[in-house]
RNA sequence: UCCUCGAUAGCUCAACGGUAGAGCAUCCGGCUGUUAACCGGAGGGUUGCUGGUUCGAAUCCAGCUCGAGGAGCCA
């Protein structure tokens, strides 16, 4: 008989009653008397766990009635309405086969879990509902990132994995080696040799693919990645892994508005599509893990959001009368209790912050007029913090020239970089948003290591 | 990396200088529609590690390991 899945008994309950039906999964729990007993029953493909009703009809009943949670069963019966309240069916069980038999010492309790725990058993936790439905998301999000912009014409880019140099500066990189850690070869000075390594030049894994990616931009128009990001910085926090997944668009003719508007549509898209294509999960979500979650998506679907500059900001803070740690003052970074004051008290909703002063911005972004600021935002929403940042593009070779001087930097270590302002370098904006961070804010979930399938951070590879 | 807090049964926690306990899970038994099922019983511990103080340490002190929250860095 051919299997049945739960989504489908669920979303088309009238195709299948008064039938015999057949369905797998894993036992979330058994609840047995002595002549018959209740199956919840999950099999993956929905949120929603399936009730197997059994007897000692069964030959096998003793060895049911005994299953432990985590057992993998295949169930043949009848698919009928159900009498219980909590569930509208049922499955009256003809036969259940025992597909693999969970050891008693199977570490998942019907009783909730915390966090900290299921992070110790990265293996199992997508078996338990927030994981479930945190995964079931995560996919649907992944999806509608491809969906979003290939149906706006943009080019899907896979920039390298692997890149060429530390020169892109932003923080801490891993380094990729085939050198012989106990005969690391050295030059005359005593350095490390890398010209004996494997690309005959040092490399590390990105810590972005934004550079790569302008080159294309500058080809097809309209282009992003999507694709992992790693930094090995030693961040301790609930909203850092070293590993994680970034969206990268790039949209060449265009600037800090229309990038502004992207990423305000992107937002928008995404959270909707989340909504319309997740309900049990998003309403899981709403109910334990954030119970403003649903107030707060639906409100960012039904407002522009807010935009101001940095300039404004800083004068929004000051005047603000709130105590802050950090004294606010212009050519000062936003420290994270500031970005929250704007976010989630001053606008209470998803805010771009725009204009910052050059010195605290990375080298490639575009110059302003007045000659003190750059044309770069970052995205902050509630809860979450900064969850994209982006800018304009210098494109203007002269100035960028200029630009690297101040800043020390290499120009050889650029030059294909620079070559892109020689050849047709037209104007070009772009933004990288944090796939996690997006996970984050549509679920509800506070830590990034709990919207990870096996999170990597500092001191923690161990799956 | 810095600051703060924490680590006791498989899990969630209690005991806070004087014999280490409960609920859940597991095992055994009972129960004819359960819903974190219910009722009865049993097993389960080098109290994170190392050292110190003390007649006596889960409890006080120091170091270490790991974890959490906050900060920095950023997405």
Redesign the pocket.
């Known amino acids: 008989m051919e299997v049945t899945t739960v989504r489908e008994l669920f979303r088309h309950a009238d195709r299948f009653l008064q039938r015999k039906i057949k369905v797998n999964g894993w036992v979330?729990?058994?609840?047995?008397?002595?002549?018959?007993?209740?199956i919840?029953l999950n099999d993956g493909t929905f949120f929603t766990n399936l009730?197997v009703?059994f007897?000692d009809g069964l030959d096998n009943f003793k060895e049911v009635?005994?299953l432990?949670?985590g057992s993998a069963i295949v169930v043949e019966g009848q698919f009928?309405e159900?009498?219980?309240?909590?569930?509208p069916f049922?499955l009256?069980a003809e036969r259940i086969e025992v597909a693999g038999a969970a050891a008693?010492?199977?570490?998942?309790?019907?009783?909730?879990?915390?966090?900290?725990?299921?992070?110790?058993i990265a293996h199992l936790r997508p078996r338990t509902n927030t994981f479930s439905a945190v995964f079931r998301v995560r996919s649907l999000l992944a999806f509608a990132v491809h969906k979003f912009f290939q149906e706006r014409g943009f080019v899907y880019v896979h920039t390298p994995i692997i890149t060429g140099s530390d020169a892109e500066g932003?923080?801490?990189m891993f380094r990729v080696t085939a050198l012989d850690f106990e005969n690391i070869p050295r030059d005359g000075s005593g350095c490390v040799d890398f010209s004996r390594d494997f690309f005959g030049r040092e490399t590390n894994l990105t810590?972005?693919g934004?550079l790569n990616v302008e080159a294309y931009c500058l080809a097809f128009n309209k282009v992003y990645t999507f694709g992992p990001?790693f930094?090995a910085?030693?961040?301790?926090?609930?909203?850092?892994?070293?590993?994680?997944w970034?969206i990268e668009p790039e949209i060449a003719f265009a600037g800090l508005p229309e990038n502004m508007q992207l990423a305000e549509d992107m937002m928008k898209f995404l959270i909707g599509y989340a909504l319309e294509n997740a309900p049990e999960e998003m309403n899981f979500f709403n109910k334990f893990i954030d119970k403003s979650l649903l107030d707060r998506l639906y409100n960012v679907l039904d407002s522009d959001f807010a935009r101001v500059t940095y300039t404004e900001a800083v004068e929004i803070l000051q005047k603000s009368g709130e105590e802050f740690?950090?004294p606010v003052g212009w050519g000062h970074?936003?420290?994270?209790?500031?970005?929250?004051y704007l976010t989630e008290k001053y606008f209470q909703k998803p805010v771009f912050v725009t204009d910052y002063p050059k010195e605290?911005k990375?080298f490639y972004m575009r110059m302003n007029d007045d000659g003190k600021t750059v044309a770069a935002m970052?995205?902050l929403v509630p809860g979450?913090?900064?969850?994209?940042?982006?800018s304009a593009r210098e494109e203007r070779l002269d100035y960028m020239e200029k630009r690297m001087e101040e800043l020390g930097l290499n120009k050889e270590d650029y030059w294909w970089y620079l070559d892109l302002r020689r050849y047709g370098g037209a104007k070009h904006a772009g933004?990288?948003?944090?796939?996690?961070?997006l996970i984050m804010y549509v679920t509800g979930m506070?830590?990034?290591?709990d919207v990870i399938s096996f999170p990597r951070?500092?001191?923690?590879a161990e799956f």
């Open positions: 979330r729990t058994v609840r047995s008397s002595k002549n018959f007993g209740f919840e009730q009703v007897d009635a005994k432990v949670t009928t159900s009498p219980g309240a909590k569930q049922e009256k008693q010492d199977y570490p998942l309790q019907k009783k909730r879990h915390s966090f900290e725990f299921l992070r110790t932003a923080g801490e810590v972005s934004q990001t930094r910085e030693n961040s301790n926090t609930a909203r850092h892994a070293a590993e994680f970034m740690n950090y970074d936003l420290q994270t209790e500031h970005e929250r605290i990375a970052d995205l979450v913090g900064e969850i994209v940042g982006g933004y990288g948003l944090g796939f996690e961070r506070a830590n990034i290591r951070t500092p001191k923690n």
